[in-house]
């Protein structure tokens, strides 16, 4: 690849980052307010994974003209994020089960399907980028995380409104973090794979 064409390369790569970057800030802000309005512990859990994934597509911006060391461990900040997030949203839903919470249905339902729109245009952008190192795989792997979420917060939304119980929101958010912590795993685990990788090594 001649300098030029990676240049170009990298000029897209931090185009499209900020883009991802400001719609998930956004994404996250509406999580949060449209959370406490309706008292739901879905969107809360992602609105605080919008939150750590604005982080992560912030570093990879970062790590763009970095090293590939530095992309690596860029990489492993943000799986370690995940990790964190996770338990946290399942110690909010444990307060929330012993505590009692009255999700309204409808406001999730909507805040999910305009989250899960924009996700699409994430992961749409992503996809669409050429030679991704591993920090900008992290980056995806959270976009379709997300997209996932949002589809389960559509579920629950509608039996909540149905129901008027509010365990299908607790048990949303625990999934959300169950979710979380599996893409955590997955970009340790490609991290890892990707020093061997420069290391040369061969696995059988």
Known sequence: MSAPDFDLNSL????TLYI???????????????????????????????????????????????????????????GMMLAVFAIGVVIDALRRFLAGSEPIGAIMMVMALVAGVINLISLYLLKKLKSPG??????????????????????????VTA??????????????AGIALYGSIEILRDAHDDKHEERGDVHQ
């Open 134 to 159: 591993v920090n900008l795989r992290a980056a995806t792997t959270f976009s379709f995380n997300d997209f996932i979420s949002n589809g389960g917060i559509i579920i629950a939304g509608v039996v």
């Open 163 to 176: 129901t008027g119980a509010n365990w299908p929101d607790l048990v949303v958010g625990v999934a959300v």
């Open 20 to 78: 991802v970057l400001a719609l998930n800030v956004a994404i996250a802000a509406g999580f949060f307010v449209s959370g406490a309005i309706a008292d739901s512990n879905a969107l809360i859990a992602n609105g605080l994974d919008n939150s750590s994934d604005a982080v992560v597509y912030f570093l990879s911006i970062l790590a763009l003209t970095r090293s590939r060391s530095w992309k690596r461990n860029s990489a492993r900040f943000s």
């Open 12 to 15: 897209k790569k931090r185009r």
